[in-house]
């Protein structure tokens, strides 16, 4: 089974603090991505990445940027945290193909609080 | 673009018995993918059924079933013998094929199971 980890499941940080969320996929898949699911908006990408150092803006990449440096690892960055912020974030993987390769795998999110 | 619309915000359903979520998309695209998506409360999200759109039979995976219609650009999901573990939010997703990455979510319907 794919499994898809996250560093945090709760995180409470600061105004203007630097804030660093981690995603590890373990099936050697080349896409990555970010999502930051809010009530009554549902799913919204940040950034995604199909291969290692490379990335690409989704709908709302404002405020945020990413890191990969490694295949099986996907950061994502606030360079300023504001309340603004505050919210679950997704990560998740798959691989480039057809039918069913392109299925995306969750992490099981990490709550962000903005104090 | 593309739009998914999942008009049901909450449903709820007695055990054992059958509930339809309903979903309606937005393209100018061909060929795609659609997806049923489960997030249990303060649990990972999980891939439910998948429905490859060049296929005209609907896809089953044990209690879970669709009804696609491609014309209608509709895409239903339906549960039977409805269990109290089928409680969660459910998101309906679409990705047009050879995107590599745009999966476009529904806001969501909030499932609760009676018993």
């Known amino acids: 089974d794919v499994k898809v980890t996250q560093s945090s499941r709760y995180l409470v940080k600061r105004t203007g603090e630097k804030v660093f969320l981690e995603c590890v996929q373990d099936?050697?898949?080349?896409?990555m991505f970010w999502y930051r699911q809010d009530p009554g908006l549902g799913l919204r990408l940040i950034y995604f990445s199909y291969d290692v150092k490379m990335k690409e803006k989704g709908d709302i990449p404002e405020g945020y940027s990413v890191s990969r440096e490694k295949k099986e690892r996907f950061s994502l960055i606030l360079e300023s945290a504001s309340t603004n912020q505050t919210s679950m974030y997704l990560c998740?993987?798959?691989?480039?193909?057809?039918?069913?390769?392109?299925?995306?795998?969750f992490g099981p999110g990490t709550r962000l609080l903005v104090l | 673009a593309q739009t998914v619309t999942q008009s049901q915000p909450e449903m709820s359903v007695q055990e054992a018995e059958t509930v339809t979520l309903s979903c309606t998309y937005d393209t100018s695209e061909s060929d795609y993918y659609l997806f049923w998506y489960k997030q249990p409360p303060s649990r990972q999200m999980i891939l439910v059924i998948r429905?490859?759109?060049?296929?005209?039979q609907n896809a089953t995976e044990n209690r879970f079933s669709v009804n696609f219609q491609k014309a209608a650009k509709s895409f239903s999901l339906k549960i039977s013998d409805s269990q109290l573990g089928d409680a969660a939010m459910y998101f309906c997703a679409y990705l047009p094929r050879g995107s590599n990455y745009k999966l476009t979510f529904g806001k969501g319907t909030l499932l609760t199971v009676n018993p």
């Open positions: 429905q490859e759109a060049y296929k005209q």
């Open positions: 998740a993987s798959s691989t480039p193909g057809t039918g069913y390769q392109e299925t995306q795998y």
């Open positions: 099936m050697d898949h080349e896409n």
